[in-house]
């Protein structure tokens, strides 16, 4: 098996030049990081693997706003957890 070290400065020329492998891997990192500001410009450039990490952490964080802004940005499956949020129960506390 070849060990291949992936630089970003690599993965961003390949992306560039349309390769969605690349784009996914460059979410990775950026996830590796917690850079959220990149996956989101990842998203931005039609990355679904930013959008799923970015779904990911959103539900993790019970952010409904977030995942609403994510499914308007084009990630169905933000869209798809936040109609599954919604429709579950509700926790009504009085205090």
């Known amino acids: 098996m070849v060990n291949t070290n992936l630089d970003r400065d690599t993965l961003r020329a390949l992306a560039d030049e349309g390769n969605e492998t690349a784009l996914g891997r460059l979410a990775d990192l950026a996830d590796a990081r917690g850079d959220l500001e990149e996956l989101s410009d990842l998203l931005d450039e039609g990355c679904v693997r930013a959008g799923h990490l970015l779904t990911r952490r959103a539900v993790a964080a019970g ?3 977030e995942l609403q802004r ?4 084009g990630s169905d ?3 798809h957890e936040l109609e599954r949020l919604l429709a579950g129960p509700i ?3 009085e205090g």
Not at 70 to 73: G, K, N, S, V
Request: charged share 45%; net charge negative; aromatic share 8%.
């Open 91 to 93: 926790d009504v506390r």
């Open 63 to 65: 952010d409904l706003r």
């Open 77 to 79: 499956e933000a869209g």
């Open 70 to 73: 994510l499914w308007d940005a």
